[in-house]
């Protein structure tokens, strides 16, 4: 949970208790408009993460971001987590002009949620808002190479000598090894949990970052880029409606 402003250092809380978000989100809103002496009216937008996520997690924060922007009257920005991971990474590692991220969230089960992006200018090169201030990651300005999608983490490849490849990417029209596209950078929760499949680049963050994702998110909107707060869940759920039985032929 953050709270950027213009001209002031952000503000950020969290809750280290995972499986306690439903009790602790509105609470947390609550303590970081305290901390500013600011009132939910004077708020001018909302930045939310779109996933991929479970699901009930997932529309915890939707559904708690929604009710607030009504509260507030107020626009809801959605970022991908993925793409986060990504501008994180981008930002604190200063990799080259043209350098590919592969950006991993865990999905349970022995599998990931994943997506390739790719940096199209150096630290400094793009646009800013005028508001802005200070190194925001938004200066920089990364290409979603891939949709986010969901794969086993059996199905990663790594590539010796020539970063890091996904079988997902290739397609079923790719058979030689060195056509798989691969990543300069590989980044988030995934790759400290499989390091065998998904080698974590050092110093690459591994968990999505509040501040960025509403700095983010308000620089997205500013631009009138799309900010849709449609659930990336990626997932069938677990349980399903019953289908009807089929009537036998007589």
Not at 49 to 61: C, E, K, M, Q
Not at 130 to 155: H, R, S
Request: with cysteine; glycine share 10%; hydrophobic share 45%.
């Amino acid at each position: 949970m953050a709270l950027v402003c213009p001209g002031a250092e952000p503000i950020q809380l969290e809750n280290a208790q995972p499986r306690a978000h439903v009790e602790s989100l509105v609470p947390l809103v609550g303590q970081v408009l305290q901390l500013a002496g600011l009132q939910v009216a004077d708020l001018v937008g909302i930045g939310v993460g779109t996933g991929p996520a479970p699901y009930t997690g997932l529309r915890v924060g939707l559904v708690a971001a929604g009710a607030l922007g009504l509260a507030a009257g107020v626009p809801v920005w959605g970022v991908s987590d993925l793409d986060v991971l990504a501008h994180q990474a981008a930002a604190r590692l200063g990799p080259a002009k043209g350098s590919t991220i592969l950006a991993t969230i865990d999905a349970k089960r022995r599998e990931v949620y994943w997506a390739l992006f790719q940096l199209d200018a150096k630290p400094g090169e793009s646009a800013n808002p005028a508001w802005w201030q200070g190194t925001a990651p938004t200066k920089l300005a990364i290409t979603e190479v891939t949709t986010p999608d969901q794969a086993p983490v059996a199905d990663v490849v790594v590539g010796e000598g020539r970063g890091i490849g996904l079988t997902r990417l290739a397609g079923p029209e790719v058979s030689a090894p060195d056509q798989v596209p691969t990543a300069d950078l590989v980044v988030g929760e995934a790759a400290q949990l499989y390091p065998d499949r998904l080698p974590l680049t050092p110093g690459a963050p591994t968990q999505v970052d509040p501040v960025t994702l509403a700095y983010l998110a308000a620089w997205r909107a500013s631009q009138d880029q799309d900010t849709s707060t449609q659930p990336l869940y990626l997932r069938r759920p677990h349980v399903q409606m019953a289908q009807p039985k089929k009537k036998a032929l007589q």
